[in-house]
């Protein structure tokens, strides 16, 4: 079975800073696919960003950015100019290229500091 | 819009009692998923079903039931509640025509409390 674990249950940053949030992973298969999801007040689920496996190159989308290491099941994201809409929980998760159902880790919830 | 729905948003009930959360989806999508979230412990799969003849347990199923009663519903049932299952319950679907990619969308999750 896959695991997901995101040690840091909380995480603080400045306004405008960067953080980064970390997630590691388990999993003998090597076809697969991660996700970091943010979960606002509001407690919807939405998705950030995803990696495929098969890709070496790491997923941006505006300041989000993932360092993904295969060989290391290390799975972190980065946030750039951190803005106060930024602050949340999120989840990183899991799912195999084979079956559709996620595994998530326990979060992060991160403060944004003015 | 095409969206996917859960009612009710929040419910509190009684040890012992009978309940149903419900979602709709009208995306159009084939497969659909519960899961429970709890602090600390993030989301884990209840239930998932495929399609309308195929549905499976997921990690935690003990204490849950759930019906498709069609492509666009899929009801989860606790038939008596107990305190350990108050959590922030989650709908989500998928398109398994989106090939091996098929991102999941949330429903806005309801807040079950149990006395």
């Known amino acids: 079975a896959q695991t997901v674990t995101q040690s840091q249950p909380e995480m603080s940053v400045q306004e405008a800073e960067t953080v980064t949030l970390s997630c590691t992973y388990d999993t003998s298969e090597s076809d697969y696919y991660l996700f970091w999801y943010k979960q606002p007040p509001s407690r919807q689920m939405i998705l950030v960003i995803r990696?495929?496996?098969?890709?070496?190159q790491n997923a941006t989308e505006n300041r989000f950015s993932v360092n993904f290491q295969k060989a290391a099941k290390s799975f972190s994201l980065k946030i750039s100019d951190s803005q106060l809409g930024d602050a949340a929980m999120y989840f990183c998760a899991y799912r195999s290229a084979f079956y559709g159902q996620l595994t998530f880790g326990s979060g992060t919830q991160l403060t944004v500091l003015p | 819009d095409a969206d996917v729905t859960q009612t009710p948003r929040n419910r509190i009930t009684k040890t012992g009692k009978r309940i149903m959360l419900e979602c709709s989806q009208t995306k159009g999508h084939d497969r659909m998923y519960w899961y429970r979230q709890d602090p600390g412990l993030g989301l884990r799969l209840i239930y998932y079903s495929f399609d309308v003849k195929d549905i499976n347990k997921g990690e935690i199923s003990d204490g849950y039931s759930v019906s498709r009663q069609a492509q666009a519903k899929f009801s989860l049932s606790l038939e008596s509640a107990i305190p350990n299952q108050t959590a922030l319950y989650f709908c989500?679907?998928?398109?398994?025509?989106?090939?091996?990619?098929?991102?999941?969308?949330f429903g806005p999750g309801t807040r079950l409390t149990v006395l």
């Open positions: 990696q495929e496996a098969y890709k070496q």
């Open positions: 989500a679907t998928s398109d398994s025509r989106q090939g091996s990619y098929n991102e999941q969308f």
